[in-house]
């Protein structure tokens, strides 16, 4: 499956940065192509990160998984959730925002939607090991063409998973479809900052990089987001970098990759863990003891890695930023 899928992957991505055909052609293949990126990575994510697939603004003294259960759980309290209320998560991964979500908000019922067959099979799996099967429920499914009726849920949230879809406003405009009148989207989004030069090579070269390292089509920038969720109908309640508030409290959200934690999957995270890792899967793809394509996504995965602290480092990229939006009665 893993060559296969990776076959699938990498043949979108033989363009240089600056391609609008080729980007027109990810976005054509978005579906396919994101489906393929997480059967190959979903396993590495979980090895190197766990069950939250995101970045999280990092408290000083405060553990990796105590801030990634506070960046979830502020979505909860943004979105004020109740008990009564019928939730979605758009893009679930294997559902551990959307569990956090669930015991934050104090028990709201949780609906996850995901295309990736093998995450969503997880998603049941950890529901019925962690006690919380009666409180959520996962969907397969393409999250730009929801099997969900018009106005069925009360609110909606999305952690760094709307930047897949081949168009921001085609997520969007459906998220606004399932959405009761009145009700709360609250989201974090993946977008280039006002710094990118899109005429600096090193810099666009850093933001493909990026794309090319995570099922990414195109970058919006901060104000196309903005601008995609009007256009679709939302009202703006709030909106910005959630990466550069507070920076007296906290660290720079790329440590997570850039620096060494005192525990196993910070160590497996920083850039001494991803050359363990590389050099014992290069040993072992020698030896014919890994499947074909698991040493290529490593790598793949390393790159962006890589990218993603130059990324912050210049200011010109941010996986955090946050708006609430409300459909107008």
């Known amino acids: 499956m893993h060559g296969q899928a990776s076959e699938v992957y990498h043949d979108n991505w033989k363009d240089q940065p600056g391609n609008e055909e080729a980007v027109h052609g990810r976005r054509q293949q978005a579906q396919a192509m994101t489906n393929a990126f997480y059967d190959l990575v979903t396993d590495f994510y979980e090895y190197g990160w766990g069950q939250s697939f995101h970045f999280a603004k990092l408290y000083k003294g405060d553990t990796f998984e105590e801030n990634i259960k506070r960046h979830e759980a502020f979505l909860a309290s943004r979105l004020g959730l109740r ?35 093998y995450q969503v099979e997880r998603c049941f799996a950890y529901a019925e090991k962690y006690g919380l099967a009666s409180r959520c429920d996962f969907v397969k499914g393409d999250f730009t063409k929801m099997p969900v009726q018009d106005g069925y849920f009360d609110a909606v949230f999305s952690v760094e998973a709307t930047v897949h ?79 550069t508030t507070d920076p007296e409290a906290t660290e720079p959200w790329y440590h997570t990759l850039s620096r060494l934690d005192p525990n196993l999957r910070g160590v497996l995270r920083s850039p001494w863990g991803r050359r363990y890792t590389d050099t014992l899967l290069t040993v072992l793809d020698r030896l014919h003891l890994v499947p074909s394509g698991v040493l290529e996504t490593s790598r793949l995965l390393n790159a962006a890695a890589d990218n993603l602290v130059k990324g912050g480092e210049l200011g010109i990229f941010t996986p955090m930023y946050y708006f609430t939006v409300e459909k107008p009665l």
């Not at 979605?88 to 569990?99: A, E, F, Q, S, T």
């Open 83 to 117: 008990r009564d209320h019928r939730v979605l998560d758009v893009g679930c991964g294997v559902g551990g925002p959307l569990r956090e979500v669930v015991k934050a908000s104090g028990g709201a019922h949780v609906t996850g939607i995901n295309n990736n067959a």
């Open 165 to 243: 879809a081949p168009q921001l406003e085609m997520v969007y405009g459906e998220i606004y479809r399932v959405l009761k009148p009145g009700g709360l989207f609250a989201c974090y989004e993946w977008v280039t900052t006002d710094d990118y030069d899109t005429a600096d090579l090193v810099q666009a070269k850093v933001i493909h990089e990026i794309e090319k390292g995570n099922s990414i089509s195109k970058l919006y920038t901060a104000k196309q987001c903005v601008a995609a969720l009007q256009a679709v109908g939302f009202r703006v309640r709030e909106h910005y970098d959630m990466a």
